[in-house]
């Protein structure tokens, strides 16, 4: 088993690209690919090893706010 994760990122929509220190006319978060987080992970520890790095997630967020969402998934 495989663990995944994928992440938000900010993306300019402005159609003139503006960005003034860093700040955009227009901008949203979008989900970025999934990618592979963790490779051949038993599948007695799948369970165990998403609610490790849903916990990390957790405090990233209480640290750093609600940009560093992540999400976790399972695969064959």
Request: hydrophobic share 30%; net charge negative; with cysteine.
């Amino acid at each position: 088993m495989n663990i995944e994760t994928r992440r938000r990122t900010v993306v300019n929509t402005d159609p003139q690209r503006r960005c003034y220190n860093g700040c955009h006319f227009s901008s949203e978060l979008r989900w970025t690919e999934w990618e592979t987080l963790q490779l051949d992970v038993p599948e007695d520890r799948i369970e165990e090893r998403l609610a490790w790095w849903r916990e990390l997630n957790d405090y990233a967020i209480s640290a750093r706010g609600e940009s560093a969402r992540s999400e976790f998934r399972q695969t064959a």
